[in-house]
DNA sequence: GCGACAG
DNA sequence: ATCTTGTCGC
């Protein structure tokens, strides 16, 4: 009898053995520690996919405290790299790193759309972006990759910590961003630490399941998509 | 062998 | 991520 198989073509195996190498080169630059100071400035960071072959990754920037947006850019480009789960940075860091290029306002912390160390080989693409950017960044998924934890109390605020599914060490934080919904997955990524990265996703929580930065870069990569199709 | 698998 | 209708709960 068959056993089961994720859908799509299996990755190849001489790819993840050289990205592999190349991820954990990488994360040997990676650091966490404390913020410089108290960040003006923080971005949001996103991509979507208008076509299997196209990428649009998104920047805004917003004001602290305030959550005010200051700025927002895209960059959309062809991808080559195909999705293969723990080496989602290969695909999307391109053509991310294009789309910082033209921020005018260059922002203290960024926050990503996806998760830092609460990863396999802890480089999730948030650590990737930092240590690609040397810059402080922490990640905010919405799912797990890696890692096992308690549920937290239902109420938001209520937080539960995200163990390494073999050594127990502490990976990120499972957040309830809001009453009864699924909750946030927040790890650092480069330069930043889990308490400046669990401290700027309260902060920038307004309501919603996802805090501004990433629920904002989320919106506007909806809206710059469908410009792109048009045009 | 079995389960898991960000976006 | 992306393709999609109706439907549940506050």
């Not at 299997?52 to 947006?69: A, G, H, N, R």
């Not at 789960?85 to 790193?97: I, K, Q, T």
Request: hydrophobic share 35%; aromatic share 6%.
């Amino acid at each position: 009898m068959a056993y089961y198989r994720p859908p799509g073509p299996p990755p190849d195996p001489v790819l993840v053995r050289e990205l592999t190498e190349r991820q954990q080169q990488m994360r040997q630059q990676v650091r966490h520690e404390p913020l410089p100071g108290e960040p003006r400035l923080i971005a949001g960071c996103d991509s979507s996919f208008p076509t299997p072959d196209t990428i649009l990754s998104v920047f805004v920037v917003l004001q602290l405290p305030t959550l005010e947006l200051v700025e927002k850019v895209y960059s959309y480009g062809p991808v080559d790299m195909p999705y293969v789960p723990g080496f989602l940075s290969f695909r999307e860091a391109p053509n991310v790193m294009e789309a910082f290029s033209k921020l005018k306002n260059p922002p203290d912390v960024i926050m990503v759309d996806g998760h830092g160390i609460a990863h396999p080989r802890r480089m999730g693409i948030a650590a990737h972006l930092g240590v690609l950017l040397d810059m402080p960044t922490f990640g905010v998924a919405k799912q797990k990759l890696t890692g096992r934890f308690t549920e937290p109390g239902t109420e938001r605020g209520s937080i539960a910590p995200l163990l390494d599914n073999k050594t127990d060490e502490v990976i990120g934080q499972v957040i309830r961003s809001k009453d009864k919904v699924l909750p946030l997955f927040v790890s650092p990524g480069h330069r930043c630490d889990q308490a400046a990265a669990t401290r700027l996703t309260l902060a920038c929580l307004r309501g919603y399941k996802l805090p501004e930065p990433t629920r904002l870069a989320d919106h506007w990569a909806e809206q710059f998509k469908k410009e792109v199709r048009e045009a």
